[in-house]
């Protein structure tokens, strides 16, 4: 047996317990039941991957036939399935859609509005105003800089981000191959100097735009990884000379030593 809490208009939203069984659980109760397509309110229906949970609504719109359990609904048709375990993982129970909320928010108008936005800003190098932008995104709610900030904050909404720089940076002819001879540049500006850290930062920054896939991304980290090796090898080939090098010169006026590195 699965419990789950819901918040429903018909209980004020109050908190409401509703239990839902695997089917062979639920044989070993002996109640009836039905195909969840079957049911009117107050019978226990069985999904199509063998769980049994109580009807709680039985919507006719026109010609259409949308039936309502505690953990989503669906509409009768040859082809629709009602599945409890996707909207259990998701845990999106009051939609027809077993996508969790995160990515349906994300996909919405009012968010991608939000998204271009702040990519707005960040594209002109300017600071994003997440108040102006959370008005665009949520002038419903109390505190719409907040819940700008929460969209932004989601995964979902990061890889949609990421998307749309990665369209931009391509067209600018700045993909993983162009990250990459970036951090090459950089030990070649390390074998001359002892400051390649803005070059290096700036090819970071880079690929945490494109975020690279999994396997280029390791091959990054690798080099980036060598990099450091030889950069830290130089530099302290390049302590010792100056150290074996050192000159001492003495001060005439009160004998004090004076080293120059």
């Not at 839902?20 to 079957?38: A, C, T, V």
């Not at 998701?90 to 009012?110: I, P």
């Not at 932004?152 to 890889?159: D, F, I, M, S, V």
Request: with cysteine; hydrophobic share 30%.
């Amino acid at each position: 047996m699965i419990k789950i809490v819901r918040r429903l208009k018909a209980n004020n939203f109050e908190e409401a317990e509703f239990y839902i069984y695997p089917l062979d659980e639920f044989k070993g109760r002996n109640q009836k039941y039905k195909h969840w397509s079957k049911c009117s309110p107050g019978d226990w229906g069985v999904s199509d991957d063998n769980y049994v949970a109580e009807c709680l609504q039985r919507n006719i719109y026109g010609t259409n036939v949308e039936m309502v359990f505690p953990y989503g609904r669906q509409f009768v048709t040859k082809t629709g399935k009602l599945e409890f375990e996707p909207h259990y993982y998701s845990k999106n129970y009051s939609n027809v859609s077993t996508k969790g909320y995160n990515e349906l928010e994300a996909n919405r108008d009012r968010a991608e509005l939000a998204i271009d936005a702040y990519l707005a800003y960040k594209m002109a190098g300017k600071s994003p105003d997440m108040e102006k932008i959370g008005k665009l995104y949520r002038p419903d709610q109390k505190n719409p800089a907040m819940a700008v900030k929460r969209l932004l904050k989601t995964k979902e909404t990061k890889k949609i981000m990421t998307e749309k720089l990665k369209e931009v940076l391509i067209d600018r002819d700045i993909d993983e191959g162009y990250v990459l001879d970036i951090i090459k540049d950089a030990v070649d500006v390390a074998k001359m100097k002892e400051d390649p850290a803005n070059m290096i930062r700036a090819a970071k920054e880079l690929s945490e735009f494109l975020e690279m896939k999994p396997k280029q991304k390791q091959l990054t980290e690798s080099v980036e990884m060598d990099i450091s090796h030889q950069i830290s090898t130089n530099f302290e080939k390049e302590r010792k000379k100056l150290k074996a090098t050192k000159v001492s010169e003495i001060d005439k006026e009160d004998n004090r030593s004076t080293i120059k590195e």
